[in-house]
């Protein structure tokens, strides 16, 4: 009875924070329809200031719809009688009284942060779950029983937010914890937006959340410094971020830019990688100098001197002519491409010379422009200055440097082991990889790029946008940074990803990078001309890398690029991984690093992980179909992961698309249909995501099937000597389920040693 009490004391504060919000949305949808129901003259400054307010309702409208899910979830009571409600978004009445506390706010703090130890001056926290506008329940944690009085002593509530947050079956999306959120975590999310700051964390500590919402947070915090120039937020994969999508449109928040390593270069999008040997060389910084001697080798002197046909004239192009040419295009310090103007035009004049004495003048006089053009028209001319100073594109000389063996050893030479150049050499046209991209920004930043928006332009937008707003007395509702970038094109989010996506000489405000530990030294060295601030947040788990590295820690992968100067927090409770399927990953773990911490979970889990042994490959394929729709069954509702080696993707996708039945009308729920499978970047919508270990990164499941782990993380080499290789991939695979873990082995693999032998059925 009193659990209904409560129930329906929080429906009416919900009502009626709904029936704001629809108020809200109501009034900002009549301005918009008046707005767009104006009549305005012909000229462009009217239409501009129309469609600037009616792209501004417009999001407007957008942030209100996207608060429509959990839109109040929680409150806080201090021992002064005050009670605060925390939500998605805030809220004010028509009189400006505050009636929702935005999460972000520094006044909902304490709803994170306080404990009955240090209780903030609070007496209770309260979770409000909710389906859609209905109070499904409320759950209480007293921070200060002293300063409760009797009635609300009688009404506290308690089944545990984060337990039943932990409970729920995955949807295949990442949702947002905003309602969730634990101390630790908080505490991170809202640390100072200035410098580096890196987030380890094990499996299900929630540090991809953290990441995300303090994207969100730092975009409520900071608008004015990071807003306009955006937030890069970096992901292993296109899985992961497809997987992840939806979480900051869910905060409120769109002004952040999704990107891969293989995205992170205007007109390039891959996902092909490079063999690990080749990655290990390409991602390292002695890179740098190969780039650099390999754009200087297309600066050369001639070795002897050439004679050039102008017309009927024939004149001499000497070594020391070019060289003189080089040194002062390269004295102006500008680009390959940039300085290449400065050689052109200081050979020229010297040939215009050379020309102006077959001609029989002492020197060109007024004719040096007509000497100048029958110059830029004569083939040989045109021919040696290209040969001395070639105009580049990056995708040009990578090609070069990678395929052409003279090119490659002399840019090598004394810089890498001949072992690694050999490794780098590759046919003539061949794909770009992930692990290029780093090396095809350095070689644009080498030879130049076309020029970004100009800042004049921007502050022509600025000024007009503020004459607009004083004209009109609209500063209360809109300021005129906001119709800057309206004029400037239509949303500031949308303009942000568009510009970013096509001007590799864009920063940004804020970076996250997720995974950060697979991140090499030249992708690191790329994601910093971006943020040249070098402020960033980097989440990752050095036990999940995959070259294993027990001496690499977060000092010796930043020192290159900030030195010392970078924080590093901890978080060290496991809240999705429970400790049955932790175990076994966590021994695997202990054995083989252990100088490194391990996660601790905080619920035992109901379900063991099983290792099903084999006699052949074949055999483990042909009962694939069996355990996988008996694993889906035990987890009705919720989402299955097969994670398969690279080499056994073509096997398994055959296997399961002849033995899993087609969509039938009218079939069970729980039977396993074919097209609730899978692959690639869009398998998390589907039922049932075949994903390799590397695209799994990031992600979580009810239950997960690790297929022939020996060719994940092979254990030994020649079946005697140990090693770590595969290791993180390996334990990344292990601990993506919530539930129930299914291990399929044909082989011998690192777990042997870790589970009881499960004959198959």
């Known amino acids: 009875m009193t659990e209904r009490r409560e129930i329906a004391h929080e429906q009416v504060r919900i009502d009626t924070l709904y029936g704001r919000l629809d108020e809200l949305r109501a009034e900002t949808r009549a301005s918009l329809d008046a707005v767009r129901r104006a009549k305005v003259g012909g000229h462009h400054q009217n239409r501009s200031e129309r469609d600037a307010f009616a792209t501004m309702y ?8 996207s608060a429509e899910e959990g839109l109040c979830f929680g409150r806080i009571d201090t021992a002064s009688g005050e009670t605060t409600y925390v939500g998605r978004i805030g809220l004010s009445d028509a009189h400006r009284q505050q009636m929702l506390m935005d999460w972000r706010a520094p006044a909902s703090e304490p709803f994170y942060r306080a404990t009955p130890a240090q209780p903030a001056g609070l007496t209770r926290r309260r979770h409000i779950a909710t389906r859609g506008r209905t109070v499904t329940g409320v759950e209480d944690q007293v921070l200060d029983a002293a300063g409760l009085t009797e009635d609300e002593r009688s009404g506290l509530q308690g ?49 991809t959340a953290v990441a995300l919402h303090r994207a969100a947070y730092l975009l409520y915090r900071h608008r004015e410094r990071i807003a306009k120039s955006g937030v890069l937020l970096v992901g292993p994969s296109p899985v992961f971020l497809r997987y992840i999508e939806r979480v900051l449109p869910s905060l409120g928040e769109t002004g952040a830019v999704l990107l891969t390593p293989g995205q992170l270069t205007p ?27 390999m754009v200087r080798s297309y600066q050369r002197v001639p070795g002897e001197d050439q004679q050039l046909k102008v017309g009927p004239y024939t004149i001499v192009l000497t070594p020391a002519d070019v060289r003189s040419a080089r040194e002062r295009a390269r004295r102006t310090g500008d680009v390959h491409n940039a300085a290449r103007t400065a050689f052109v035009q200081a050979l020229l004049r010297t040939l215009a010379d050379r020309l102006a004495h077959a001609q029989g003048m002492d020197s060109p006089g007024e004719r040096l422009p007509e000497l100048l053009d029958d110059l830029r028209a004569a083939r040989d001319v045109r021919v040696a200055v290209n040969l ?24 090598t030479s004394g810089v890498l082991r001949a072992a690694e150049t050999r490794a780098l050499l590759r046919p003539k046209g061949a794909p770009i990889t992930v692990e290029d991209v780093p090396l095809l920004d350095e070689i644009a930043e080498l030879i130049g790029t076309e020029s970004a928006p100009t800042a004049n332009r921007e502050d022509a937008e600025r000024e007009y946008a503020e004459a607009v707003v004083e004209m009109t007395g609209t500063g209360a509702m809109v300021g005129a940074e906001q119709l800057a970038q309206r004029y400037a094109g239509a949303d500031p989010a949308q303009a942000i990803a568009d510009r ?7 920063t940004f405000g804020h970076l996250v990078a997720d995974e950060a530990q697979e991140l090499s030294p030249m992708q690191l060295r790329l994601l910093f001309r971006r943020v040249p601030s070098k402020s960033a947040t980097l989440v990752g788990d ?38 049955s399927i932790m175990r076994p990953a966590n021994a695997l773990l202990a054995d083989r690093f252990p100088d490194l911490a391990l996660p601790a979970s905080v619920r035992e889990g109901d379900s063991e992980p099983r290792l099903l042994r084999y006699d052949s490959v074949s055999g483990l394929a042909d009962t694939l179909p069996r355990i996988l729709a008996e694993e889906a069954r035990a987890v009705a509702g919720g989402r299955v992961a097969v994670i398969v080696p690279d080499g056994l993707l073509e096997l398994v996708e055959h296997t399961l698309a002849a033995s899993l039945p087609p969509v039938a009308d009218g079939a069970a729920e729980d039977v396993l249909q074919a097209a609730h499978v899978g692959y690639g970047p869009t398998a998390i919508d589907r039922r049932v995501a075949v994903l390799t270990p590397h695209e799994v990164k990031g992600l979580e499941f009810d239950a997960v099937l690790v297929v022939e782990p020996a060719l994940i993380a ?12 595969g290791v993180g991939a390996l334990y990344v695979a292990l601990t993506r389920s919530m539930s129930r873990l299914v291990i399929l082995a044909a082989n011998p693999s690192l777990l042997d040693s870790y ?3 499960t004959p198959a059925e």
């Open 388 to 411: 001395c100073w070639l105009p580049l594109t990056p995708a040009g000389v990578l090609d070069a440097l990678l395929s052409k063996q003279h090119r490659l050893t002399h840019a």
């Open 755 to 757: 589970f009881e032998d």
């Open 159 to 207: 089944e545990g937010a984060l337990m039943a947050a932990l409970g729920a079956r995955r949807t295949g999306r990442m949702g947002d914890i905003v309602a969730t959120i634990q101390g630790e975590q908080d505490a991170i999310i809202r640390r100072d937006l200035a410098g580096t700051l890196v987030v380890q964390g094990g499996p299900g500590t929630g540090k």
């Open 58 to 65: 417009e999001d407007t409208l957008i942030r209100y719809q």
């Open 542 to 579: 050095l036990a999940q890398a995959t070259a294993a590295d027990p001496t690499r820690t977060w000092h010796t992968i930043l020192a290159p690029h900030v030195g010392d100067r970078f924080g590093l927090e901890e978080l060290t409770v496991s809240y999705r991984t429970p400790r």
């Open 267 to 293: 007109g390039v999008d891959t996902t092909l990688r490079d063999a690990p040997a080749v990655a290990a060389v390409k991602g390292d910084l002695r890179m740098v100098d190969v780039i650099r001697r």
């Open 714 to 725: 092979p254990g030994s080499e020649g079946g005697d000597t140990p090693t770590d290789s």
């Open 500 to 506: 970013a996506a096509h001007d590799r000489e864009w």
